[in-house]
């Protein structure tokens, strides 16, 4: 069992910068397929970014250039740096570990996570 709590989320303004963390317990996730979604109000949540054995990085393009996904194997813990934030990033982000390998064509689909963090909010105001 692998549990994961994010951390980070907060209040900023448009242009300001943040970096999402989630730590995980229970076993090692750096070796798996690690990922970020978001889910806005009245909306279906959404793939954000991925990342495969710490290694192969993937992102949507609504955040490609902007946001950074990495991990720390020591810390066994995900990151998601996030720049140049928009009032549309704002949503809860949540952090998912699948526990097979995930192909490329997979990663964007939530029901291939197998664990997921509570969440934490981002809000960017304008």
């Known amino acids: 069992q692998v549990q994961l709590v994010e951390s980070g989320g907060g209040l900023v303004q448009a242009g300001d910068s943040l970096r999402l963390a989630c730590a995980a317990s229970?076993?090692?996730?750096?070796?798996?397929?690690m990922g970020w979604f978001r889910q806005a109000p009245g909306k279906e949540r959404e793939f954000v970014a991925a990342s495969i054995l710490g290694e192969l990085s993937y992102y949507a393009d609504s955040v490609k250039g902007r946001f950074t996904i990495s991990s720390v194997n020591a810390k066994n813990t995900l990151y998601l740096q996030m720049n140049s934030l928009k009032p549309e990033d704002t949503a809860v982000y949540y952090c998912?570990?699948?526990?097979?390998?995930?192909?490329?064509?997979?990663?964007?689909?939530?029901?291939?996570?197998?664990?997921w963090g509570q969440g934490t909010q981002v809000t960017v105001s304008s």
């Open positions: 229970g076993r090692t996730i750096t070796t798996n397929t």
């Open positions: 998912a570990v699948a526990r097979a390998f995930l192909e490329e064509r997979e990663i964007r689909e939530t029901t291939k996570y197998d664990y």
